[in-house]
């Protein structure tokens, strides 16, 4: 499976943004996914998580009731709509399988302003 992150970028703080991954394969719809983010000096740590149907999600507790989780299924696709974005959300988003896959995406930078 290839994965493209994809619609990061600079925001001020409260501002918003919707990542996007595309997946290749038929493997993405059968698995559960997350994104995941870095920060430097940090370790990468897993801030979304959705069920192979879409219909539980779950968030760690830093993101929750500001990110949304979402896919589709049909277009081999899943998002992450992120509002209220603060400074310490400033990191590389990635996709990936929980658990997951072997190779991981380039990933997307987002990066929030104070």
């Known amino acids: 499976v290839q994965l493209v992150e994809s619609g990061g970028g600079l925001v001020q703080a409260g501002g918003s943004l919707r990542l996007s991954c595309a997946a290749s394969g038929t493997t993405f719809r059968i698995k559960a996914m997350g994104w995941y983010r870095q920060a430097p000096g940090k370790q990468r740590e897993l801030v979304a998580r959705?069920?192979?149907?879409?219909?539980?999600?779950n968030y760690a507790d830093s993101v929750k009731g500001r990110f949304t989780i979402s896919r589709d299924n049909a277009k081999n696709t899943m998002y992450l709509q992120m509002n209220s974005l603060k400074p310490e959300d400033t990191a590389v988003y990635y996709c990936?399988?929980?658990?997951?896959?072997?190779?991981w995406g380039q990933g997307t930078q987002v990066t929030v302003s104070s």
């Open positions: 990936n399988a929980v658990p997951t896959f072997a190779h």
């Open positions: 959705i069920n192979s149907g879409g219909g539980s999600t």
